[in-house]
């Protein structure tokens, strides 16, 4: 088939087949997979892998390749099996990703099988159940406690970069990895700066494979690859959407300078939704970190314009709740969008002692800072956020932030606040506006 491919001619070679030949070659995954979307025999060490990690850039084909892995070991396809895996777990972000990406999307379990050998979605039971009696269980990395118990020989996780409580959910299946001869884990990702993807690297029992986005340039839209390199090329973002690659490296920042330079603006338009974002800071001691006040605004164009940087460096709650009122009220804001990870209900309170008609949304971390930031990152890369003015430090901070979190080794607390007030005004708009978790 390669051959045919690459003189030109494979169209006419599959039209002179039979049918009956040509339905089989179709579905015949091995020949049609590239090297990197089917996994090694042996491990890096020479033994039996464990776990088959796949890294790829994003539309790389990483969900073809695991729902097609998973094909194979139900159905026992050679040569991942004589017989086929009894029980098979499918772990995803959330019961919704697992089921919308991993079974019913484009590349999942129920498109890459034959309709005679495609398994049925109970649905109130969260399972896949095959013909010849394999079943697939869905699992949320937000519930790892749901992993207990269970036992298998097979397992698919999808976006294991994305999941919430990554170390426990992978800890809880590893212990019902224990059926079987050769119980296997696949997992599928976009790589990020994750300890815990780093661990699984470094297991001798461990087999990688990579693929950029670049490489899948056949079943994507034309125009996708050149508009992505064009807007990400050389950036930390493009490295890790696109590349692959896991971004480490403290210089690697998210934000690049052109992107905030082209979209600066003098004046910014009337604007329909104001925000004042507040990152409380952990102590109030001189040597502490700042508190993060960022004000930005949504117009009716559906950019957003960051407008004033308000933030106080080391002060305690009175001072920089005093501020962020300040700043609600001078510039007629809807509402103060406040993290209350480290003070709870009392970020609130301090705010409301000020002005206790204050309009406070409550937004709680519940993953890395790189992993808030990135959706945000994108945004500037597209042009979505324009810059009222010059902001140096914020900018400043922008522009060194990187894949440990931190900006020149300190908490990014202007970056904080703007990365709230983003995420309010165009991204997360679906969850509940008393209490948001990002």
Known sequence: M??????????????????????FILADWQVWARDDQLPPQKSTGGGDWRVWL??????????????????AKALAIPPLGAEPARRIALVGETLT??????????????????????????????????????????FSAEDPDSLRGPQFDAAWC?????????????????????????????????????????????????????????????NLAPSFISEMERRYAGTALGRQELLGEIVDDRSGSLWRRDW????????????????????????????????GIIVAGLAADGRAYVVADRSLQGREPQVWARAAVRAYKEMMADRVVAEVNQGGDL????????????????????????????????????????HVGIHATLEEQMLAFGADGLA?????????????????????????????QL
């Open 2 to 23: 390669s051959a045919s491919a690459a003189s030109g001619h494979l169209s006419e070679h599959l039209a002179s087949l039979e049918p009956d030949t040509l339905a």
């Open 54 to 71: 796949i890294l790829g850039g994003r539309g790389a084909g990483k969900t073809r390749a695991g729902a097609e892995w998973v094909r």
């Open 97 to 138: 990703d697992a089921r919308r990406v991993m079974i019913e999307g484009v590349s999942g379990l129920l498109a890459v099988h034959e309709p005679h050998e495609r398994p049925a979605l109970e649905v109130s039971r969260s399972q896949l159940v095959w013909p010849n009696g394999a079943v697939a269980q869905v």
């Open 158 to 218: 999808d976006e294991l970069a994305k999941w919430r409580r990554p170390e426990e959910t992978w800890d809880m299946l590893q212990f019902g990895m224990r059926l079987g001869e050769r119980p296997a884990v696949a997992v599928t990702t976009t790589p990020r700066p994750l300890p815990l993807l780093k661990t699984i690297m470094d297991d001798p029992a461990t087999v990688v494979t990579r693929a950029a986005t670049s490489a899948n340039a056949a």
């Open 260 to 291: 905030i330079e082209t979209s600066r603006v003098r004046d910014c338009p009337e604007l329909t939704t104001i925000v004042v974002a507040v990152d409380p800071p952990v102590t109030a001691t001189a040597n502490s970190d700042a508190c």
């Open 347 to 386: 970020v609130t309170a301090v705010l409301r002692q000020i002005d206790e008609a204050v309009a406070v949304r409550c937004v709680r971390a519940t993953r890395g800072k790189w992993l808030r930031a990135e959706p945000v990152a994108a945004l500037y890369a597209e042009g979505r956020v324009a």
């Open 408 to 436: 020149r080794g300190r908490s990014p607390d202007r970056v904080d606040a703007l990365v709230w007030a983003l995420t309010d005004l165009l991204i997360d708009r679906a969850t509940d506006p008393a209490v948001r």
